[in-house]
């Protein structure tokens, strides 16, 4: 088991400490660091965790093995950094970083450090997105023409004033930080590293001063092109689509995508659910013990937060394009 201490226990770091035990992932949750320790007696008394308020005190701990990090985006250098050089695997809640020169900075740090480095994309995880993978890996496609990604909801559209997450510096770019970096990360997965990219936010109707909806345009290395769309205020929706010479294919649900090919009837394949969030956090730890490598490569956490970056500065420049 490896001993973790969970960093940052709103809501999501909640999430994480039931996702590993509900996946069985081999983590020992042993220490818990939060702001608020008032907040979470009895959680931390269900899961056997000890509560502090002290970052530092805890990655001081030998017997603390890797920190998750729960925390806002824009502590993510300090902590990655810090935690790397006292020896600590860490998995990072997504964004990685909301700069490309943070993230080149954090993955330095972990190198020398010479620790694992994990990040929450999971989505690419989903039992639908893993038939597109899989397409992909067959060359199903042949070359790919075109993408589209859209992801949204409205389950934070009512957030506090006063939540970190509708502050400015923390949710740039809409719904990016939250939701749209997913289909990021899963075009990065699925067509490979983007080249420049021009986006637009929107206020629609939510009072955020980063706006409520994001739509972007991307070009791939590669050639291949690709549309984003993320908004804070609609009904549930998640769609991935690749579209390539021979078929296209789509991810419309967790567990459902659809493969179209030419002269046939769309073929439907639903398939039982999988915990993708568990899964991640168990490929993490076994890659902490030795037991494989975490699926994203440190290159592969880089290309996502560069794009990220670009759209965040294509959105100040009112949708000029910019590199990533």
Known sequence: MLNTAIVGLGWWGKTLVK????????????????????????FAAEHKIAIGTSFEEVIADPQIQAVILA??????????EAAAAAGKHIYCEKPFALSKADSVAMLDACKRAGIVIGVGHHFRLMPSMRVLADLMQAGAFGAIMYAE?????????????????????????????????????????L???????????????????????TTA????????????????????????????????????SETRAVVHRAGKEPETIDLSKDFHLGRNLDYFAKACMGQGAFPISPAGILETAAALEAVFKSVDANGAWMAV
């Open 19 to 42: 996702a590993a035990r509900d996946f069985s992932a081999p983590i020992r949750f042993v220490r818990g660091v939060t702001l608020e320790p008032e907040t979470v007696v009895d």
């Open 71 to 80: 925390t806002p985006h824009s502590k993510h250098r300090a902590q990655v």
């Open 149 to 189: 990604g859209e992801y949204g909801h409205d389950w934070l559209a009512n957030l506090p004033a006063d939540s970190w997450r509708a502050a400015a510096e923390e949710t740039r770019a809409g719904a990016m930080t939250g939701m749209g970096i997913h289909v990021l990360d899963c075009f990065r997965d």
């Open 191 to 213: 067509v490979g590293p983007m080249k420049r990219v021009s986006a637009l936010s929107k206020a629609r109707t939510l009072k955020l001063p980063s706006g409520d909806t």
């Open 217 to 252: 345009l991307i070009e791939f290395e590669n050639g291949a092109t690709g549309t984003l769309a993320t908004t804070l205020k609609t009904p549930f929706v998640w769609r991935v689509a690749i579209y390539g010479e021979n078929c296209w294919a789509e991810s419309v």
